[in-house]
């Protein structure tokens, strides 16, 4: 329960008096936008008539090297166009990340620029931006490949051991909120197949690298026909695959996501044809997802995301685990 009333205050006074960091009046109109894995502020300088965004690091999550190294890759994917995303603010300094005492422990927290853009509308088109995001997704995992990576960069892989294995940097999904002795048995049997699935899936170049890993609707914002993308805070290394699955996360049990899965598969197809073997793993990959979500849910339970899905998502997981033992999940769409 990290986030509560009292953290949540000690945060934003300790950015409040961050601000001068950026160059912003610590008079400044700071509003809390979301907690998720970390604390997302807006900031609005009236007197520089600026507008920036600022995100508190969850504690223990990511070291220093693999937040400098998160923004050193929005940087290059800017540089040469090859996404639509909020440009990183250096401070004063010239540094890229900050940061302020809490008490006697240093929070770390970096400044973007403010993005305009609404997530796109379940009730509209959602098809058509998935679309776009298919062919988005085709450029960045380009870039990923051709891309040397800096010295010093460091981000977390995610594999079936830190998804939902033994080391599963969000927690054991056996601690899902709900979940009975029947549900664990079926997800006991999905984990065991996932883990040969993707062990036989392989981790080859062609497949594995780079990603953004957390494409889903929230992060994605729309101003007219262009599409930005926001939050790498997850952007490790995974299947480019891996990419499809994050992007439905919190949705996957809605009717309409074998066409959204249609449409990914045909943008991307735009840019660069995905392999076959690739584009009939999105399956396993959307359950392998749905189950690190569970997990998180559980470890992450104060925030609000967690608690709008409780137990229900639990319930929803199994169902779909349950589809997917039946070889009835996304069936004949990949």
Request: with cysteine.
């Amino acid at each position: 329960m990290l986030y509560d009333e009292a953290f949540l205050a000690r945060i934003e006074d300790g950015l409040r008096s961050a601000l001068p960091t950026w160059d912003i009046d610590e008079t400044a109109r700071l509003s809390l936008l979301t907690i998720s894995e970390n604390a997302t502020f807006l900031v609005d300088d009236n007197k520089g008539d600026r507008r920036l965004i600022l995100r508190v690091h969850r504690p223990t999550y990511h070291s220093d090297e693999e937040i400098v190294s998160e923004l050193e890759w929005i940087e290059a994917l800017r540089t040469v166009g090859v996404i639509a995303t909020p440009a990183p603010i250096h401070a004063r300094d010239g540094r890229l990340l900050a940061s302020f005492f809490d008490g006697e422990t240093h929070r770390k927290a970096v400044a973007f620029e403010f993005m305009s853009g609404r997530a796109p509308d379940e009730a509209g088109d959602l098809a058509r931006w998935y679309g776009h995001l298919g062919e988005i997704s085709a450029r960045l995992h380009a870039h990923s490949r051709a891309w040397s990576l800096p010295k010093g960069f460091a981000r977390k892989t995610w594999t079936f051991d830190t998804i939902i294995g033994p080391n599963a940097y969000w927690g054991d999904w056996r601690a899902a909120l709900g979940l009975d002795v029947a549900g664990r048995a079926v997800l006991e049997k999905v984990a065991a197949r996932l883990h040969r699935e993707t062990a036989a899936f392989g981790t080859t170049p062609d497949r594995f690298g780079l990603i953004h890993a957390d494409m889903r609707a929230a992060n994605l914002l729309v101003d007219g026909d262009r599409l930005g993308i926001i939050d790498f805070d997850d952007c490790g290394f995974s299947w480019f695959a891996y990419d499809f699955a994050a992007s439905i996360s919190f949705m996957e049990t809605e009717a309409f996501i074998p066409e959204l899965m249609a449409a990914w598969l045909d943008g991307y197809a735009r840019v660069a044809p995905l392999d076959p073997e690739q584009a009939a793993a999105l399956p396993m990959l959307v359950i392998l997802r749905r189950m690190q979500l569970t997990a998180w849910i559980a470890s992450h339970s104060e925030t609000p995301t967690a608690e709008a899905m409780g137990p229900a998502y639990t319930a929803g997981t199994v169902e779909l685990a349950e589809r997917y033992l039946a070889a009835d999940f996304l069936k004949g769409i990949a």
